[in-house]
């Protein structure tokens, strides 16, 4: 697991060079991803050459993440996790899932503004919890190789450094206000991550670690619920934020996918039922507005009566307008009353979970707009405390939610979504 004291310290582009550089020696690299999240995979993927899927015990489930790092083991060369936040930040922790799956941990720790001080942070890391496998930690941003050297000297009896990391532009990545940049909009990535491994394998970073063994049962295959359905899903620049493990649930009940871009497009494939996943329609909203014939057909197929699940980015394309970053009004689909709003600061952020009859869907929310509506929602989820969290609106056949869910943690109840039957909340 590549972790760090805290978010910002690098470890996203040192995950990615790692398995650039791994992929380039040709050996088969298996990353994933701790937590909820959608940019940091893409990055990875690119890196890997593979699908990147999240693990977390609480949100996938503890059984997942052990069946896919056994089944990634039994596979691949190297498996890397890229944690989230700080190592022990968050419930369950990046710690949680190392422990869980056996990974010893490797810590990044940003030393461009410390010395001696180094040793003392790696110590803390190693030793806040036995239960952990700290043996090796990565400096990142150091100033010269002296100062590597310092580094070094600096850590305790039982802790050495892999590798000390010089500043240098192919490790960064730009971001903006959700997190990184989409992949598919870093047109020299390939180029940086190759550059990114080499500035890895100069400051000492190619060694594998040592040999894990991973074992778990693999899980029963789902029912085919969605036997022959037909559901197009939106995926461009506008919306992207779908988790590789959702695609093989759909796919596992035998639904029938497709995809298409509502920025580009000027209608749908043939298509019993939609989802439109988050993603940044803000950023192309006047590229959406203006696609009328892709509007036209997407409330034709809600005039029908066929099934739209709509999340998060999804939702504010389907309200009646959407206000940017820059304070512009633009029109959307319009299949509910109400503007999606801009707003200066995140309006929402945390794992939560909607509950039904069919079962409890997992996932989370995280969003940078507010939603002005007269709808009463029809549901809301829950945070992990208890409370009730975001709201769930249904107008027809179209349920729509800031919340991001994780299929997998409830079949029965996306069947149902998809097939555009009751839910009992």
Known sequence: MITAPGSGQGKSIVTAALARLHRNAGRKVQVFKHGPDYLDPMVLEVASGRPVYQLHPWMTGEAECRWRLAKAAGEADLVLVE????LFDGDPSSADLAVLGGLPVLPVIDASGMAQTFGAVALGLARFRADLQIHEVIANRIGSPRHGVMLAESLPEGLELLGAIPRDEAMAIPDRHLG???ASELTHLDRQLDAAATVLAEAGLDRLPATVALQAPAPAQPDRLLDGVRIAVARDAAFAFIYRGNIDLLEAMGAQLSYFSPLADDGLPQ???????????ELHAATLAANTPMREAIRAHHRAGR???????????CVSSLVDLDGNAHAMLGLMPGTATMEGRLQALGLQSLHTREGNLRGHTYHRSSLDTPLEPRARTRKLAGTEAEPVFQVGRLTASYFHGYFPSAPELVARLFRGQPLAF
């Open 180 to 182: 990184l940049v989409q």
């Open 83 to 86: 944690g989230a936040m700080g």
């Open 307 to 317: 099934p739209i699940l709509a999340e998060c980015g999804g939702l504010m394309a």
């Open 271 to 281: 298509a019993d039922a939609l989802w439109l996943p988050g993603g940044y329609p």
